[in-house]
């Protein structure tokens, strides 16, 4: 509990504790976390420090898909749900990506590795079906080139371990 008050607060003094910073915060705190997610803990630090309301900090992380209340994977795989992603064969590359990864969306797999979220946009429309795995957004896929995506990573992940 302490390393987390000293990493909240090192944010918290280097983002500014005004209210207006709440966002990049709940984003610097989400980052700085083994699980890519805001704790309980870490909301009531943050409250703290800001001298507001946990349920303002609360329904901050809420509101934004990019920030996550729960325990995620090393890698978040997020999946466009918006129409024209939709109407692109969006429910192909969900299918392929849930076979691949043997979970649902909003599951993340026993081995920590990944977590599948459904995001209303990536802001990626013009290259719909699509997706974005950590910061990197791909489009134009197929079902195989979704898989094709997984399994590099995986590949990468073992790679890591091996080295």
């Known amino acids: 509990m302490e390393k987390l008050r000293k990493a909240v607060g090192d ?11 709440l ?8 980052d700085a976390s083994p699980e890519s997610y805001v704790s309980e803990e870490a909301v009531n630090e943050i409250a ?12 901050t ?14 890698h978040i795989v997020r999946l466009c749900i918006n129409a024209p992603c939709e109407d692109a064969g969006k429910e192909e590359i969900r299918k392929a990506l ?6 649902k969306l909003g599951e993340t797999t026993q081995d920590k ?24 957004v791909y489009g134009d896929l197929t079902p195989a080139g979704a898989v094709r995506v997984m399994r590099e990573l995986k590949e990468a992940a073992k790679n890591e371990h091996i080295s």
Do not use: H, W
Not at 11 to 21: A, D, F, H, N, T
Not at 48 to 59: A, F, H, K, P
Not at 113 to 135: N, Q, R
């Open 11 to 21: 944010i918290v003094s280097e983002l500014g504790p005004e209210k207006g910073s």
């Open 23 to 30: 966002l990049a915060i709940l984003l610097a705190v989400q």
């Open 48 to 59: 703290r420090l800001l001298n507001t309301s946990r349920s303002m900090v609360y329904s």
């Open 61 to 74: 992380a809420s509101f934004y898909s990019e920030i996550s209340l729960m325990p995620r994977g090393r």
């Open 98 to 103: 849930e076979k691949e990864l043997g979970i």
């Open 113 to 136: 590795m990944f977590s599948l979220e459904g995001v209303s946009c990536l802001g990626a429309c013009f290259m719909s079906p699509a997706i974005k795995v950590d910061d990197k």
